[in-house]
């Protein structure tokens, strides 16, 4: 049976001008992509998205505005379900205290995830794994391009 599977994303930027980025293993496989995940039954994108923070990195986030939804066909990776996924720009209410990393995929023992900051002028599309989370940064980057002439 195919199905849908909506999941819901934050594009944090600090105030140094970098990207949150969460490194992951789930079903054999090591990824990067965007905080954020699932959208549970019942459940709004923004609260998802809410909800999604509070279990990854314990914050709390301001959704200032929707940046992209998956506009082509995207199988997923762990089964056969289309993915559609829906990107916000988000801000942390409070600083965030989780512990980062530098280095992509460096996990803690006790956990299969680990955060990272990308500087903005450093990113490529190759820093995150899935073809959407791609889109967006190549989006990004022509964003950052565009201000910058």
């Known amino acids: 049976m195919s199905y849908f599977n909506v ?3 934050g594009l944090l930027i600090n105030a140094d001008n970098q990207l ?6 789930s079903g054999g496989r090591s990824f990067s992509k965007f905080p954020g995940g699932g959208l549970e039954y ?9 909800r999604e923070f509070m279990e990854e990195c314990n914050a709390e986030i301001e959704v200032l ?3 992209y939804t ?19 720009l988000v801000r942390e209410v409070d600083t965030l205290t989780m512990k980062f990393k530098t280095e992509a995929l ?10 990272r900051w990308i ?14 989370d791609q889109t967006v940064v190549n989006m990004l980057l022509s964003l950052i391009a565009e201000s910058a002439d």
């Not at 949150?20 to 293993?25: A, G, H, I, P, T």
């Not at 019942?42 to 809410?50: Q, R, T, V, Y």
Request: charged share 30%; proline share 2%; aromatic share 16%.
């Open 106 to 115: 460096d996990f803690d023992p006790e956990t299969l995830q680990s955060f």
């Open 70 to 88: 998956t506009d082509f066909y995207e199988k997923s990776s762990f089964n056969d379900s289309q993915i559609i996924s829906i990107y916000y």
């Open 119 to 132: 500087d903005l002028n450093e990113l490529k599309e190759s820093d995150v794994t899935f073809k959407t």
């Open 7 to 9: 999941r819901v994303y």
């Open 42 to 50: 019942g459940e709004g994108l923004i609260d998802a998205l809410k």
């Open 65 to 67: 505005s929707h940046f």
């Open 20 to 25: 949150l980025v969460s490194d992951e293993q």
